[in-house]
Each structure stands twice: as structure tokens, then as C-alpha cells.
């Protein structure tokens, strides 16, 4: 059972977008160092781990998930992944391959933007030397946040007269006008109830009353509820790296009473090298090392003779990867690829659910002690009931649900929020059983 969660990729071109889905999934995207190597959203699956309540409750041998795996108690759950075109300054005014990229986040929970930190491509993704990209996060979400509002502001002249004589509240109001971005009722809330604390609008409800700049503050405050965005620095590794990375930490410093800057926050920014994750991961499938992925170091055999099961490398991969090693591996802990996953599951807050037919052996059955045990793992987000997690299952299960238990024989009500840890491993009752 795979989850509906749906990270996007974005960035200009070049940046190193395909690589790093190469480098955290099998989808072979085409790469290039030219604009628009991306035509279609290259899709992908990627896992995001976590602990598997298998150890814990005595089945790890019995535990053989449906998707993905698990490993020592460590649980790898699908992630699907989108590598969307490079977008460009001015895509939202149709430059580049403009408004076409930009419709493709609608189907995005989170927002992964790969950053080329080496100063080695311009704005435009075209190859140069020496640009500073410490813009190129703000230009970003300037161009998101011109295309959600220029076709907000558009039609709002109508939208405030059909307000103010429906007299309906203002968070149904902007949904409406909202949902084709793929957002919720509550996400537009929290949204709007966030302008009024941090009193960037005063007159909340009162629609007519909002300016323009008004409407531009509201949607740069949903933006960033709907699209939590994790910045990948990537190309770490290559000369001038080091001072741009620096710039870039400097800018989005932690500030006093300054949440986000342009949709981004410093814990939010990860240092990344795909390129050096996809040779390590090839070096891995042609047996030359013993990697895993978020490791900080590999095993060759030079390292440890023996490993009789490794072949010998040549001088050429030697040298590469005494330079990941050097560059890489030891000055960062890792290539950052996998932390990036983990981060942009950890900043929608989802929940890993595990459906089980009995919470006594975990497994498809209760009276078969060897039945495979934690076969599905499934990401809802934060405050779904067991009767919506039903209703997502499958809509028999909602037609014909008849309760719900968790470990321990402990009764669920239908409206009881599931929280990892205290009620996530569930058992589904229907009258058809």
C-alpha cells in the first residue's frame, strides 16, 4: 500500500534537479547541462525511514512489508517523487516554459528546491562562473507567489461582491478560490488565522476591507502552509561552494520573531551532493564498495581485504571516490540526499499508520502465528481520525465500518486522532466480516 504523499522537485534548470531524484530513486531522468533537459515531470519513488514497530512488539522475522522493506527494525516507506522542469525569472509571466511547470506543483504536498550552490549556472540554468545563487531561493518563491496571486487578484473584485451578499466566512471564501492549488479548508485557515496573530491583516473577515497588499500578504502566508519548501543545496563538493553555502546560511539565519523568509527556514536547508550519491550507488550495484544510502562512510576492498564478495577497484574510481570521501562523506556525514526525504516528510508532520488484521501477531491473519506481519505502512497527515484513515483505505471499509482497536485490545472511537506511537498500528472492523 503506497502512500498518496507527493514531494516535487523544483529549481531552474541545471541545478541538479535530476540527479538528485537519480540519487534517491531507480527513475533514470534524462540529465544535461542546457535548459529544459526536462520536458515531463520525471516521476520516481523514494523512501522515507523510520523506526518499524516490528522490534518492539517480537515479529521482526515475521515483518515483510507489502512496499518497500525493513531492516533491523528500520522501515523504508515509498515517497513519490517528481522531478518538475526548470523554471525560469519570469515563468510566471510565460518565460521560459513558464505557467506549465508551475501547474505541476498543484499535485505536490511538500516542495524539494535543488539549489546549485557551485555558482556554476546563471539564473537561466545556462552554464557560467562565478554567479552567486543566494537569489535563487527568493526568485523562486517570487514566481510561485506571482502566479497564485495574479490569477487571485483577477477575479477579486467578484469574488469580494459574491463575499459580502452570501455573507459566507471568509476561510470558505478564499478555499474556493484556493482549492485548484490542491489545498484544504484547513490549511486555508491556518493561513488565516496566522495573518491575524501575527497582525499582518487586521480586518480578518471582512473581505471588502483588504487591500492589495492585504491579498499579497495572505497568499505569501498560505504558500507557505501549502507548500513547505526544503532548499537542497546541492554540488557541495565543486570549487566556490563553500562561500556561497555560507551566504546562503547567513541570509536565512534564524531571526527573532522571523519564522520563514521566503517560505524557507535555516533547519530547512540541507547540503547535498546527488552526483556523488549516484556514483557511490552505482559503485555499490557493481559490487565495488558496501554503501548505504545516508551512510558517512563506505567500505571498498583497500579498506577491508576481507570482503571477498567486493571487487577491486581501478585507479580511476579510486580516485573518485577518495575524493567523496574527502569532500564529501567526512566533511558533511553523508551525500544529504536521504536527510532531504526525511525533512520534507518531517515538515508536513505525516504520521506512518500500520494497518493490521489482528493486534495480536500483526498479521493478514489472527489465528496464523507465521502470517507476514506489518505488511502496509501508510503517511496520513496530522489529525486524520481512524474513520477518515478508513475512508482513505477503501470506501467499503467507511461503507461498511463497524469500529476500530489498536494494541493491546484498546477500542478506538472514530474521531479519535491517530498519533504515532499511541494508536498508529490499527485494526479495521466492518460488518462484511
Request: charged share 25%; with cysteine.
Given at each position: ?98 505557467n506549465r511547470f508551475l501547474d505541476d506543483l498543484r499535485q505536490a504536498d511538500v516542495l524539494i528546491h535543488v539549489v546549485d550552490a557551485s555558482g556554476t549556472t546563471d539564473d ?118 563553500d562561500k556561497n553555502i555560507a551566504a546562503i546560511l547567513k541570509r536565512y539565519r534564524k531571526q527573532p520573531n522571523v519564522v520563514l523568509r521566503d517560505g524557507v527556514s535555516e ?156 494508536n498508529n498500528i490499527i485494526k479495521i472492523a466492518t460488518t462484511a466480516q
Open positions: 500500500m503506497s502512500s498518496s504523499f507527493v514531494v516535487a522537485c523544483v529549481g531552474k534548470p541545471s541545478a541538479g534537479k535530476s540527479s538528485f531524484l537519480n540519487a534517491v530513486t531507480d527513475a533514470a531522468a534524462k540529465v544535461g547541462s542546457f535548459p529544459f533537459t526536462t520536458i515531463e515531470p520525471n516521476q520516481g519513488v523514494a523512501y522515507y525511514p523510520l523506526e518499524c514497530p516490528c522490534v518492539k512488539h517480537g515479529v521482526s522475522k515475521q515483518c515483510k512489508p507489502r512496499y518497500g522493506w525493513c531492516k533491523e527494525g528500520r522501515r523504508f516507506v515509498p515517497v513519490r517523487l517528481l522531478d518538475v522542469a526548470g523554471l525560469v525569472p519570469g515563468a510566471s509571466e510565460g518565460r521560459g516554459l513558464g537561466n540554468g545556462r552554464e557560467a562562473k562565478g554567479y552567486d545563487p543566494v537569489g535563487d531561493i527568493q526568485w523562486l518563491r517570487s514566481e510561485i507567489e506571482a502566479w497564485v496571486f495574479g490569477n487571485v487578484e483577477r477575479r477579486w473584485p467578484g469574488v469580494v461582491r459574491r463575499h459580502t451578499a452570501t455573507k459566507a466566512p471568509a476561510v470558505d471564501t478564499l478555499h474556493a478560490q484556493l482549492a485548484g492549488y490542491g489545498t484544504t479548508r484547513d490549511v486555508v485557515q491556518r493561513a488565516l488565522d496566522t495573518v491575524v496573530h501575527t497582525q499582518l491583516i487586521e480586518a480578518r473577515d471582512n473581505l471588502s476591507q483588504w487591500s492589495t497588499d492585504d491579498l499579497r500578504r495572505f497568499v505569501g502566508v498560505f504558500l507557505d502552509q501549502r507548500f513547505p519548501t526544503i532548499v537542497a543545496l546541492n554540488k557541495i563538493d565543486m570549487p566556490d561552494a533547519d530547512n536547508i540541507v547540503l547535498t551532493s546527488a552526483l556523488s550519491e549516484c556514483f557511490l550507488r552505482r559503485m555499490v550495484k557493481q559490487r565495488f564498495i558496501s554503501y548505504t544510502t545516508g551512510d558517512d562512510d563506505f567500505v571498498s576492498l583497500d579498506d577491508d581485504p576481507a570482503l571477498t564478495e567486493l571487487r577491486e577497484l581501478d585507479d580511476k574510481a579510486r580516485r573518485r571516490l577518495d575524493n567523496i570521501r574527502d569532500l564529501v562523506l567526512f566533511r558533511y556525514g553523508s551525500t544529504g540526499v536521504q536527510d532531504v526525504i526525511v525533512r520534507a516528510v518531517e515538515a508536513v508532520g505525516f504520521v506512518p499508520v500500520f494497518p493490521v488484521k489482528s493486534v495480536v501477531n500483526f498479521g493478514a491473519s489472527s489465528s496464523d502465528s507465521s502470517s507476514a506481519a506489518f505488511q502496509d505502512c501508510v503517511l496520513v497527515r496530522p489529525g486524520t481520525t481512524v474513520r477518515e484513515f478508513a475512508r482513505k483505505m477503501h470506501n467499503q471499509l467507511d461503507v461498511n465500518y463497524a469500529g476500530a482497536e489498536t494494541v493491546g485490545g484498546l477500542q478506538l472511537a472514530e474521531d479519535d486522532a491517530i498519533v504515532a506511537g499511541k
